[in-house]
Nanobody, 125 residues
Framework: QVQLVESGGGLVQAGGSLRLSCAAS????????MGWFRQAPGKEREFVAH????????SYADSVKGRFTISRDNRKNTVYLQMNSLKPEDTAVYFC??????????????????WGQGTQVTVSS
């Protein structure tokens, strides 16, 4: 029911900022919890941030707290990830994902139903 397309990735120097966008198709976008995950070469895809269907609840991985901000605009069917103070270790492919609202953990990528193709973020030293 939901198709996701990420954009906004690119090359940035350490300390810089990027704003990722995830555009969703379908009229049920507002019914989904949204998350951002990332995957670096040779590593498992890991949780980055989550936002509830209403936008009233957010959470972040410890590694990005204070630096990243997730937000959503249901009228535009878009979720964002503002990334500030980027570090080389933030280099990864970033994926947005949609999860049906429910009791399953938003921390677990296996609980997400739909995924975008990812956008590359590269942070140079």
């Amino acid at each position: 029911q939901v198709q996701l397309v990420e954009s906004g990735g690119g090359l940035v120097q350490a300390g810089g900022s990027l704003r990722l966008s995830c555009a969703a198709s379908g009229r049920t976008f507002s019914s989904y919890t949204m998350g951002w995950f990332r995957q670096a070469p040779g590593k498992e895809r890991e949780f980055v941030a989550h936002i509830s269907w209403s936008g009233g609840s957010t959470s972040y991985a410890d590694s990005v707290k204070g630096r990243f901000t997730i937000s959503r605009d249901n009228r535009k069917n878009t979720v964002y990830l503002q990334m500030n103070s980027l570090k080389p270790e933030d280099t990864a492919v970033y994926f947005c994902a949609a999860k049906n609202t429910g009791s399953t953990s938003y921390l677990n990528r296996l609980n997400y139903n739909y995924w975008g193709q990812g956008t590359q973020v590269t942070v140079s030293s």
